[in-house]
């Protein structure tokens, strides 16, 4: 009976774990390392509320512009992949209370992900000193950064996350009791900056997947994602919600950014190629990459005939365009059909 009793004991955890990953779909080796973790983390002494800020080296004239450390997957800092999602990444850092903070979550937008939080007084041998990692819990809506925000009210720290449904705030005044205190939904984000969009990024292609509410939508991130720096060419796999009238979807999956032209890959036609509406439904835009001494009116006056119809142009290239005086070579722009 003893023996039993004992034998029970020790396959209670082992059956929990595998109930857990059943229930969940996280690995019971996830699960066991997010605890090992938490309670490493729990004995470690307490860490002063003000760290000990970027320490300020003199560097040798063979380390100048060059990295002298680096946080990446391979660091071990870093969990493993969450079942089911992308490689975690690293996108954005700053300096709060004297310690270096960055978050981490998979590419293309989803949760969950993490806050990991540096000594660096020495920069060549930055020390991780805590990391917030719960994937079934507080960070389990975590999505990718490229921005953090912070504001000091009323004596307090707070940073601020985007989130797969808006963002997060969390009070750091506290760096050994760091707490979410509010989520903050927005209407239309849904796993990334654009309502059931996901953007991911492949050495010089973007990848654009998901559904838009228009053909005019779906122009606009095609041809945001294709003048990006460093972009070569944009993988639209994008769905357009279907009108009363359905619209002929063009195929922009070989788009390019850069200087060359796009009329290979656009069609034929006048400079981008005309992309012709089929069946009656919403009208599709010509596409044009800017040539030496271009400018909106010298384009307007090709598509359109008139010189004074510029201001069609710029405005279906806001936001990109801020001024309708400044374009350049290889920058690519939408020509909407005549209004």
């Known amino acids: 009976m003893k023996t039993r009793y004992y034998l029970m004991a020790l396959l209670l955890p082992f059956v929990t774990l595998l109930t857990h990953a059943a229930i969940t779909g996280v690995s019971p080796m996830t699960t066991l390392s997010t605890m090992a973790d938490a309670v490493t983390l729990a004995a470690e002494e307490p860490l002063p509320l003000q760290g000990p ?4 080296l003199s560097y040798s004239s063979t380390e100048l512009f060059k990295p002298v450390s680096m946080i990446t997957r391979e660091s071990g800092d870093v969990p493993a992949t969450y079942p089911g999602r992308k490689a975690y990444g690293l996108n954005v850092g700053i300096m709060i209370n004297g310690y270096f903070l960055t978050s981490f979550a998979p590419d293309s937008g989803l949760g969950p992900g993490g806050f990991l939080l540096y000594d660096v007084s020495d920069p060549r041998a930055i020390q991780l000193v805590k990391k ?9 809506e975590f999505r990718e950064a490229h921005s953090f925000g912070t504001a000091k009210i009323g004596g307090r720290q707070y940073v601020v996350v985007p989130s797969i449904k808006g963002v997060e705030f969390w009070d750091f005044t506290d760096i050994n009791d760091i707490q979410q205190v509010k989520k903050l939904a927005l209407p239309t984000v849904n796993g990334g900056d654009y309502a059931n969009v996901s953007v991911e990024v492949d050495g010089d292609v973007a990848i654009l997947s998901g559904r838009v509410p228009s053909v005019a939508a779906r122009e606009k991130a095609v041809l945001i994602a294709g003048n990006i ?5 944009v993988d639209d796999r994008l769905g357009v919600d279907a009108p009363a009238v359905a619209a002929a979807v063009p195929d922009f999956s070989n788009v390019s950014g850069g200087v060359a032209s796009t009329e290979a890959s656009l069609g034929t036609g006048v400079a981008g190629g005309g992309l012709a509406s089929a069946g009656g439904g919403e009208a599709e835009s010509k596409f044009y990459t800017v040539q030496k001494g271009d400018t909106l009116s010298k384009i307007a006056k090709e598509f359109y005939g008139n010189a004074n119809k510029y201001p069609q142009i710029f405005e279906a290239n806001r936001p990109m365009l801020k001024d309708p005086d400044k374009i350049y070579p290889g920058q690519m722009l939408r020509i909407p059909p005549e209004a």
């Not at 800020?53 to 300020?56: E, F, P, Q, T």
């Not at 917030?132 to 389990?140: A, C, L, N």
């Not at 720096?229 to 060419?233: L, S, V």
């Open 229 to 233: 720096d460093g972009i070569d060419k």
């Open 53 to 56: 800020g970027l320490g300020n």
């Open 132 to 140: 917030i990692y719960e994937p079934e819990g507080r960070t389990q």
